[in-house]
């Protein structure tokens, strides 16, 4: 069973500044997909970034941008010129593709992001 | 286009009574997830369909839960004989194609017991 690990409950950062938050997970798999959600207040999650295991550049998307640390089982995430819209809870997930269907998410716990004005 | 629609967004039942989610996916969308997210945590997986095939059921965890996709389109989540530990937001997601590579989420449904 795949597990995912998120470290910290809770971060606070100015404005502007740049914040990583952590993600560990613990799988046998070799081909896999990792990604990180973000959940404002109003609930709905939205997809940030996504990495493909066999990937061995790091994904980004304009702030947003990952370390992926295959070997070492790590995969955080980078916020760059953070902004108050970013203040939310934000979930590693993990997931295997297969072939004739899917696994689903394995989420982590999260961790509540506030960005201060 | 229009998202992942769920209704209600709010429900509020009584200890035992039977209740039912739906789920509204995104047009032509193949797969469909439930998940289950209890207060604090991450959501939690549930079930898959890929059209109206429920190909995964593992993560339902009692035979009091009952999820269906008849036509392939919208979902119905039901739970029967609701208990207190059922509370939780209960979140739908669809993806494009099988597998469920990218995921979209709906609003959710808060289900309160009491």
């Known amino acids: 069973a795949q597990t995912v690990t998120q470290s910290q409950p809770e971060m606070s950062v100015q404005e502007a500044e740049t914040v990583t938050l952590s993600c560990t997970y613990d799988?046998?798999?070799?081909?896999?997909?990792l990604f990180w959600y973000k959940q404002p207040p109003s609930r709905q999650m939205i997809l940030v970034i996504r990495?493909?295991?066999?990937?061995?550049q790091n994904a980004t998307e304009n702030r947003f941008s990952v370390n992926f640390q295959k070997a070492a089982k790590s995969f955080s995430l980078k916020i760059s010129d953070s902004q108050l819209g970013d203040t939310a809870m934000y979930f590693c997930?993990?997931?295997?593709?297969?072939?004739?269907?899917?696994?689903?998410?394995?989420f982590g716990k999260g961790t509540h992001l506030i960005i201060q004005p | 286009g229009a998202g992942v629609s769920q209704s209600p967004r709010y429900k509020v039942a009584k200890r035992g009574q039977d209740v039912a989610l739906r789920c509204d996916p995104i047009?032509?969308?193949?797969?469909l997830f439930w998940y289950q997210q209890a207060l604090g945590q991450g959501p939690e997986f549930l079930t898959y369909?890929?059209?109206?095939?429920?190909?995964?059921k593992s993560g339902l965890p009692s035979d009091r839960f009952f999820a269906e996709r008849p036509e392939g389109s919208v979902s119905t989540l039901k739970i029967q004989r609701t208990q207190q530990e059922d509370s939780a937001v209960y979140l739908c997601a669809s993806s494009l194609k099988q597998g469920g590579y990218e995921q979209y989420f709906g609003p959710g449904t808060r289900l309160t017991v009491t």
């Open positions: 990495q493909e295991a066999y990937k061995q």
């Open positions: 047009s032509g969308h193949v797969s």
């Open positions: 369909f890929q059209n109206e095939a429920q190909l995964d």
């Open positions: 799988t046998s798999e070799n081909n896999y997909y």
């Open positions: 997930a993990f997931m295997t593709p297969n072939g004739g269907g899917a696994d689903g998410l394995t």
